[in-house]
């Protein structure tokens, strides 16, 4: 009776795995606010051309997505995360933990991030060191740091406009968020002599201070929703937002990108590398999903299509500055074999 019964409870939770596997025929993808027109258009075609339902898509940003998709494994979870970053050892370490061992990295281009404000707005070229008084909750003001004191742009330099400061920018969720501080704020504070002295004498010091954003209102973080901080940059021409160039790009009626370093954030110059503030943009795929949700070998096959991704691709389009042919070569073959991450 025993092994009967014990007979029947494992053919009834294979069963129960076996429904949950056929519970969900979509694809189900989150992440990067960044990656999002990407992954959607890549989505929209698959879904017309496939056979397959077209994938769900949500836009969560780069932090919260990968933390969604490292819960664990399963149709409850999602397939595949977007993110504007690589992923970090903590991610890598809590999907580990949570049994998501195997898991494909595909880089699929290069992204700017931009300071941009309303047409109706002066236009403002501005170096990476101004971004950070202008950002910082403490900067270096006559050898001293103290905690930020500039209001207005003409404070920190009088050629910039005489306005007062007010930038929106991503949460710290957010994979732009996390790029924006590595290239811009950190590179910014090494460019002052007392706080690049702290490197030596007190790293942890350091770090806070290059990294940590003001909280006295002159940068308000706006969410993941990059239309909604147009919405307000339309509403105060003053004001400044942080987004990824793809998103300026789509919006060049309404929106202009400020010089940094004396470079515009245009497509040619960030594929060039001429502008200073870019960064690779990925997608990461659950292996262990393969072959029980229908359609991912096929959507990572569109993805990383010519047609998709590369020169002439309909992503670049969206504002998706294309990787080499060389490289793009060697990433699909990783992604179509899902070759995990060593």
Known sequence: MRGTTLAFATMAATVALVGAAEARDQIRIVGSSTVFPFSTAVAEQFGQTSGFATPVVESTGSGGG???????VGEEHPDMTNASRAIKDSERELCASNGVKDVTEVKVGFDGIVLANSK??????????QIFQALAAEVEVDGEIVANPYTSWQEIDPALPDAAIEVLGPPPTSGTRDAFVELVMEAGCEEFPAIAALEESDEDRFEAICATMREDGRFVEAGENDNLIVQKLEANPAAFGIFGFSFLDQNLDKMQGSFVDGVEPTFENIAAGDYPVSRSLFFYVKNAHVGVIPGMEEYVTEFTSEGAFGDDGYLTDKGLIPLPEDDRETIRQQATSFTPMS
Do not use: S
């Open 120 to 129: 109706a707005g002066e236009a403002v070229n501005v170096t990476i060191p």
């Open 66 to 72: 990968l933390k969604l998709f490292c819960a664990g």
